[in-house]
């Protein structure tokens, strides 16, 4: 790890606990102010991103800019989650940004370097979608529902055979579906295209089992204290 990486994920690591402890201790009103702001950090930084691909990239390079990246749909996802504040779009944020963005930051598949433009929005990105997911759940107590998993699951497979008929028609590698990506990455570790597709599978359900646990355990806390109260 670089020490630009280093002080990035700092960053992140000190501005997400920031928020979250700050909204668990003063949740309100200016937590509405904050998902206001989060939202437009993360479009903003999103539809910079597509300019600055598109007047910088001619020909085949263009395919490649769409937003079809799994982390380019968490940011549209969290920010409509961080204005709605739909329990949905909240849970998909959750799982979405821990078991998924968080390793695009830990890992980054980023050939530019500080101080340029691509970095920034990079980090600005990506930390963004791990704050919004903490933040909301965490921060806010908007924790996932039970079957929360099988329903965020089931919205990943349903991206993910989109997301490959597209690499399928135009020849790209959105979510990495046709090769690794060039830096080094997890996916290192899970074998040779195709079999590193599946392996991926059966890691982000584990991750999505191992994020979804604490809620199951606070969740039957909760009813047995519910019931306690009630008799029942």
Partial sequence: MSTEHLLAVTAIVVITAALVAAAKLRPRPWTGIACVALAVLLVGAEVSWLIYHARTSEGADLASALPFQLCDAAIFIAAAALV??????????????LAGTIQAVITPDLPQHFPSFPFFQYYLAH???????????????????????????????????????????????????????QSASLLDLLGPWPFYIGWAVLVGLGLFLVLDAPFRWLHARRQEHIGAETGV
């Fill in 127 to 181: 930390g963004g979608i791990v704050a919004a997911a903490l933040f909301l759940v965490v921060g806010l107590g908007q924790w996932p529902r039970r079957n929360a998993v099988l329903r965020v699951g089931l919205i990943t497979i349903l991206y993910a055979l989109l997301v490959g008929a597209v690499d399928a028609s135009s020849g790209v590698n959105y979510m990495y579906l046709r090769s690794k990506p």
């Fill in 84 to 97: 709605l504040r739909t329990q949905l779009l909240v849970e998909v944020t959750y799982f979405w940004g």
